[in-house]
């Protein structure tokens, strides 16, 4: 028995249901009596391709970010009516997911991801100067089905490639809420890294009709905006490894490289799971420019680059 797994509970990613025995899924290792120790720590990024970092930020500070967004959220219909904002009751039917304009309306968000705990983090992580992406990836994810396996290359590997990804949990996401998984020591593996992580979602093929020309639905195989694949277990099975997670609390953070796959459990729960993605990188080194600005393109037509595939 999988000791994450107390009492027992069956877990799907993508509608699939995945085996949880201990040779499959495991929990992720507890960083968090390194902190401060940056050799360590980036050792084990190096190793494991993801550093796990339970109770690094102030949890008051988290469900501050919390309530003032749950409220956001309430007052517009997005949760359901005479219950406690703070325990983002879903409404049955109801999506929001990504609404990333929600986190440049929320100081105290911007203040978790951004502040000086954050910031001084990525600048010993590095060792110099550190930036974020001015874009932020909020969601608020409703009742159902995950994000799909996937590795972040592939949506922002325009600048450097020591680029890495902050997950953090706006309140506590346990197992049934549908938190984030990653696939060990899939950030190794060298032809995942040649093939598909370096695709880029924005790119054109010139040389084809113009039905096939996108990235997304050609040199990325037909799997929809960047996914790798709508099979977590297979996956699993064909790259190795096991899927790795946590019971996640407000206070928590999960980095990892923008080679590592990852996806998230679905959300089998009755609540709204609210996390934010966050990027940071050193400032000496290149930026994607879709993600930084006062108005970030994103995947917007002005991303577009036309190649020959």
Same mark, same amino acid.
């Given at each position: 028995?999988?000791?994450?797994?107390?009492?027992?509970?069956?877990?799907?990613?993508?509608?699939?249901?995945?085996?949880?025995?201990?040779?499959?899924?495991?929990?992720?290792?507890?960083?968090?009596?390194?902190?401060?120790?940056?050799?360590?720590?980036?050792?084990?990024?190096?190793?494991?391709?993801?550093?796990?970092?339970?109770?690094?930020?102030? %949890?008051? #500070?988290? !469900?501050?970010?919390?309530?003032?967004?749950?409220?956001?959220?309430?007052?517009?219909? +997005? &949760?359901?009516? $005479?219950?406690?904002?703070?325990?983002?009751?879903?409404?049955?039917?109801?999506?929001?997911?990504?609404?990333?304009?929600?986190?440049?309306?929320?100081?105290?968000?911007?203040?978790?991801?951004?502040?000086?705990?954050?910031?001084?983090?990525?600048?010993?992580?590095?060792?110099?100067?550190?930036?974020?992406?001015?874009?932020?990836?909020?969601?608020?994810?409703?009742?159902?089905?995950?994000?799909?396996?996937?590795?972040?290359?592939?949506?922002?590997?325009?600048?450097?490639?020591?680029?890495?990804?902050?997950?953090?949990?706006?309140?506590?996401?346990?197992?049934?809420?549908?938190?984030?998984?990653?696939?060990?020591?899939?950030? %190794?593996? #060298?032809? !995942?890294?040649?093939?598909?992580?370096?695709?880029?979602?924005?790119?054109?093929?010139? +040389? &084809?009709?113009? $039905?096939?020309?996108?990235?997304?639905?050609?040199?990325?195989?037909?799997?929809?905006?960047?996914?790798?694949?709508?099979?977590?277990?297979?996956?699993?099975?064909?790259?190795?490894?096991?899927?790795?997670?946590?019971?996640?609390?407000?206070?928590?953070?999960?980095?990892?490289?923008?080679?590592?796959?990852?996806?998230?459990?679905?959300?089998?729960?009755?609540?709204?799971?609210?996390?934010?993605?966050?990027?940071?990188?050193?400032?000496?080194?290149?930026?994607?420019?879709?993600?930084?600005?006062?108005?970030?393109?994103?995947?917007?037509?002005?991303?577009?680059?036309?190649?020959?595939?």
């Amino acid at each position: 028995m999988n000791t994450l797994l107390e009492p027992p509970i069956t877990l799907t990613s993508s509608g699939e249901t995945l085996d949880v025995s201990p040779d499959h899924f495991g929990e992720l290792l507890d960083s968090s009596g390194a902190l401060g120790d940056m050799p360590v720590l980036r050792a084990r990024m190096e190793r494991d391709g993801y550093v796990y970092l339970p109770g690094m930020l102030a %949890r008051a #500070e988290v !469900l501050e970010a919390r309530l003032a967004i749950a409220t956001k959220l309430f007052e517009v219909g +997005n &949760l359901l009516a $005479d219950s406690d904002p703070m325990d983002c009751v879903a409404i049955a039917g109801k999506a929001i997911e990504f609404i990333p304009h929600i986190a440049m309306q929320t100081p105290e968000l911007l203040r978790v991801l951004y502040g000086p705990t954050m910031m001084n983090f990525w600048e010993q992580f590095f060792g110099e100067p550190a930036r974020h992406f001015d874009f932020t990836w909020f969601r608020a994810v409703t009742p159902g089905r995950a994000t799909p396996p996937h590795t972040d290359a592939v949506y922002m590997n325009r600048g450097t490639s020591n680029l890495f990804t902050c997950w953090t949990p706006i309140g506590d996401v346990p197992l049934e809420q549908g938190g984030l998984m990653v696939l060990e020591g899939s950030h %190794r593996h #060298e032809k !995942l890294r040649q093939n598909y992580s370096s695709k880029d979602v924005d790119s054109v093929c010139a +040389n &084809l009709r113009p $039905d096939l020309q996108t990235s997304r639905k050609n040199t990325l195989r037909g799997e929809g905006f960047g996914a790798l694949s709508y099979r977590p277990a297979k996956l699993r099975e064909t790259l190795g490894g096991r899927w790795l997670t946590a019971n996640y609390r407000a206070g928590d953070i999960l980095i990892f490289s923008i080679y590592t796959v990852h996806c998230s459990l679905d959300n089998i729960s009755n609540r709204v799971r609210l996390t934010s993605d966050s990027r940071y990188q050193r400032s000496s080194e290149p930026a994607d420019e879709r993600w930084i600005g006062e108005n970030p393109i994103g995947h917007g037509a002005d991303a577009k680059r036309t190649i020959i595939c």
